[in-house]
């Protein structure tokens, strides 16, 4: 499954967000393929057409799909060198698919601040370029192995250079691997090196409770915002305390707590739909009568593959699909109005799955 590390500063919110995750939990019997370890929070992916399905066919059950956040404690300024077990939390961050990166923008003066104010993008910065110094270190390597290579005109090696160059160029100015402009070849090239600034990275504003119905108004929310748009990311608002309240409530409890802060949706349900964004993944759906159930995969995947992600054994017997989009089955009211409608498709190996697609897998066992 694909992982979203949470890392930032000390003292900036992470810890109390990922309780809130943990705490909002997914129910883990459900997600038996999911990772089990205390640095793992699974939490479900909120999908309003799931409660629309579980109306109209009434299983005995429904299943969320699910998303996993790993808790990355510890960046501090000179991790890239080793200070404060800092390489070993880079090598965490390198086994994420994305970062989301917590950023304090709460006053409070009985909470320290490492670097004695709140500075959003100056923590950012410090954040950013451990990652960048850990980049530079790892292509250097690269670049003085592929020298001897590069004698003996190795293709590999060949195709590496102008990438490393132009990596280089980025990293002794500061910049992110993810902001220069790569070829498709160069692209690929540069993502088999596995680094930390290619990754996506979403920013979290942590806003103190009494901000986050104007959030628009926090000065430094706008200086995170103008920094993201600079380095093409996505920034969302959350208040990490409140989220750890609204944890503990149930879905009614919820939404009035939402209405009363005058906000339309919880930061959790917004960062696992950012997350889910920035790592390219979609929703589809099995709907029979034991279970409503929706399932996470990549855009571009096919029927077969998705078939996969249930069990190894419907992608190796694949037949074909019976499809139906969402938003036709609604309309027609019921599996078998669809199918009179001629709504439901048969599908092949080859078809592209879309998302909110309604898919019944035929295969051999
Ligand atoms: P971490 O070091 O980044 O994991 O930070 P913590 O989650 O431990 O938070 C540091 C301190 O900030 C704790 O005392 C939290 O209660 C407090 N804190 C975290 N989020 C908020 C928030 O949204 N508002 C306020 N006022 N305090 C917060």
């Known amino acids: 499954a694909l992982t979203a590390g949470i890392v930032g500063l000390p003292n900036v919110g992470k810890s109390t967000l990922f309780n809130a995750i943990t705490k909002a939990g997914a129910e883990a ?56 077990l ?18 304090r923008c709460f006053a409070d003066d009985n909470i320290t601040h490492v670097s004695g104010g709140v500075d959003p993008v100056s923590d950012i910065e410090v954040i950013n ?26 293709k590999d090696a060949v195709a590496e250079e102008p990438v490393l160059a132009k990596l280089r160029e980025a990293f002794e100015n500061g910049e992110l691997a993810r902001s220069i402009d790569f070829t498709e070849d160069e692209l690929k090239i540069a993502k088999s090196l596995n680094l930390l600034t290619l990754k996506p990275m ?32 996505d920034v969302i608002v959350v208040c990490a305390k409140i989220e750890e309240e609204m944890a503990e409530l149930d ?39 034991q279970e409503v ?40 009211g019921s599996m078998a109005a669809a199918k009179e409608a001629g709504k439901v498709r048969q599908e092949g190996k080859e078809y592209i799955v879309k998302d909110g697609d309604v898919m019944l897998f035929r295969f051999n066992v």
């Open 29 to 84: 019997a459900n997600y038996p393929f999911c990772t089990i370890d205390p640095n793992v929070g699974i939490v479900e992916v909120p999908d309003e057409r799931l409660d629309k399905l579980t109306e109209l066919v009434e299983p005995k059950k429904t299943i969320p799909t699910a998303f996993e956040f790993t808790d990355i404690a510890g960046i501090v300024k000179g991790a890239s060198k080793g200070e404060g």
């Open 251 to 289: 879905d009614e409890e919820k939404e009035m707590f939402l209405e009363e802060l005058g906000i339309e949706e919880s930061g959790l349900d917004q960062l696992v739909k950012a997350a889910y964004n920035l790592l390219g993944l979609a929703t589809y759906f099995t709907a029979g009568v």
């Open 86 to 103: 800092g390489n070993k939390f880079l090598a965490h961050i390198r086994e994420v698919d994305a970062i989301t990166q917590v950023v």
């Open 129 to 154: 370029l451990e990652l960048v110094l850990a980049d530079m270190e790892s292509i250097e390597k690269r670049i003085s192995r592929n020298a001897k290579l590069l004698k003996q005109k190795d």
């Open 202 to 233: 979403l920013y979290v504003a942590n806003v103190s409770e009494d901000e986050i119905a104007d959030a628009a108004s926090n000065e430094y929310v706008q200086q995170v915002r103008d920094y993201a748009a600079g380095h093409d990311s």
């Open 293 to 332: 159930r929706a399932w996470t995969f990549k855009k571009g995947m096919k029927a077969p593959q998705c078939a996969g992600i249930i069990h190894s054994d419907f992608e190796r017997g694949f037949i074909r699909a019976e499809t139906v989009a969402y938003e036709e089955l609604v309309e027609a």
